[in-house]
Nanobody, 120 residues
Framework: QVQLVESGGGLVQAGGSLRLSCAAS????????MAWYRQAPGSQRELVAL???????KYADSVKGRFTISRDNAKITVYLQMNSLKPEDTAVYYC??????????????WGQGTQVPVSS
């Protein structure tokens, strides 16, 4: 069974740092786009950062210069390094990936979500 397993969330003080990880497991041939989304209470899920298969990245304006997305293709894992955290970064963070489940078929998957509360 293919799944994305997240780790690294938790309570952090404003100004602090946190690193999220998301590893794909199961029968997988590789990954195309991998990304992090977040959803704050009462808000819609929004894209935080995305990285494609060749390493091109895209960030939400609100996190540019503070967050860095990276990936390890050998491990099919995506990371989100979050620095200078602010209370408004408080949300549930979800990873997303387009995974090759066969040599010709791509399916998208979501992680289970990890809480990141940022205290002021």
């Amino acid at each position: 069974q293919v799944q994305l397993v997240e780790s690294g969330g938790g309570l952090v003080q404003a100004g602090g740092s946190l690193r999220l990880s998301c590893a794909a497991s199961g029968s997988i041939f590789g990954a195309n786009n991998m990304a992090w989304y977040r959803q704050a209470p009462g808000s819609q899920r929004e894209l935080v950062a995305l990285i494609d298969s060749v390493g091109t990245t895209k960030y939400a304006d609100s996190v540019k210069g503070r967050f860095t997305i990276s990936r390890d293709n050998a491990k099919i894992t995506v990371y989100l390094q979050m620095n200078s955290l602010k209370p408004e970064d408080t949300a549930v963070y979800y990873c997303y990936a387009d995974l090759w489940v066969t040599s010709t078929k791509v399916r998208y998957y979501w992680g289970q979500g990890t809480q990141v509360p940022v205290s002021s």
